[in-house]
């Protein structure tokens, strides 16, 4: 599953069933749930295609997580932000626009999008820590 492309159908159940597994012990370091969201995340960067604005890419994933179930906190932008800049830094997304104009749409460039999404694991590893730790505080404030 590390290499496989990532999959923009990750359902609300998988998620539910990972966030079960850390709490009941089971994935102590989050590895499966890190996996998921990764995957489910990267998946939806062809939505983000119509603005450049950071703020807006943002907004748009962190609904999507919570779509998926995890609850509503300010510490979403800590979960969605890893694999934004994951794929800024592969050239997938475009650098940011500035937050005082209107939003700049932009076309995804799809070798690069499965490029970089065979090498989901490479991002999980360099920006995980971030995704994690605000996961844990996310999780350890719904208990």
């Known amino acids: ?40 995340l990267y998946g939806r960067i062809p939505a983000l295609t119509g603005s450049r604005r950071k703020e807006d890419q943002h907004r748009l ?9 995890l609850p509503r906190s300010p510490d979403l932008q800590y979960v969605a932000g890893p694999v934004l800049w994951y794929a800024r830094e592969k050239g997938v ?31 999980r590893t360099v920006y995980g820590d971030w995704m994690r730790d605000a996961l844990r505080t996310i999780l350890s404030e719904q208990q």
């Open 61 to 69: 994933l962190e609904d999507h997580l919570a779509e998926l179930g």
């Open 93 to 123: 997304i475009p650098p940011a626009q500035a937050g005082g104009t209107g939003p700049e749409a932009w076309a995804l460039d799809e070798r690069k999008y499965e490029a970089a999404g065979a090498t989901l694991a490479e991002g």
């Open 1 to 40: 599953m590390g290499g496989d492309p990532p999959s923009g159908t990750v359902r609300r159940e998988t998620v539910d069933a990972a966030v079960l597994a850390w709490r009941s012990g089971e994935d102590p370091d989050f590895s499966r749930l890190l996996e998921v969201l990764w995957r489910a």
